[in-house]
């Protein structure tokens, strides 16, 4: 079985999400959504989540593409669950392309996917602003 794992906030989901989670899922048999929780938003992100991270959650697994959801906590967890988990592809969109390249020493395909052009949480936060 080939596993699949992305990272994200998933706030204000939207079908750029679903895109994405659409597209990891086809690279496996087994996609683990890795979501950002409150504390770790806001401490190291400086980002306030509309929807709590129990709220989060809920939303992304309900998706059928996914087949397990698990908070993040750290930056550096990532490595930890590489193998904890048994991953084989590392999944995020292409934004952050080359940030996490050192997941290859870990054994892992890492895959920059691109994002739907269009949408994004941070328009929707902008466009809601205005």
């Not at 750029?16 to 048999?29: C, E, F």
């Not at 991953?87 to 890492?110: A, C, H, P, S």
Request: glycine share 4%; proline share 2%.
């Amino acid at each position: 079985m080939k596993r699949v794992i992305t990272y994200g906030t998933f706030d204000l989901l939207h079908y750029g999400h679903i895109n994405l989670l659409k597209r990891a899922k086809s690279l496996g048999d087994y996609l683990i959504v890795v979501i950002s929780t409150d504390e770790f938003n806001w401490v190291e992100k400086q980002k306030k989540c509309y929807f709590s991270y129990e709220q989060r959650k809920s939303l992304v697994e309900a998706i059928r593409y996914v087949d397990l959801v698990i908070p993040e906590t750290t930056w550096e967890q990532k490595k930890t669950d590489m193998h904890e988990y048994h991953i084989d592809t590392f999944v995020m969109g292409n934004d952050w392309k080359g940030k996490f390249d050192f997941l290859r020493d870990e054994g892992v395909e890492v895959v920059y996917l691109d994002r739907t052009p269009e949408i994004s949480t941070s328009q929707i936060k902008y466009d809601l602003k205005k």
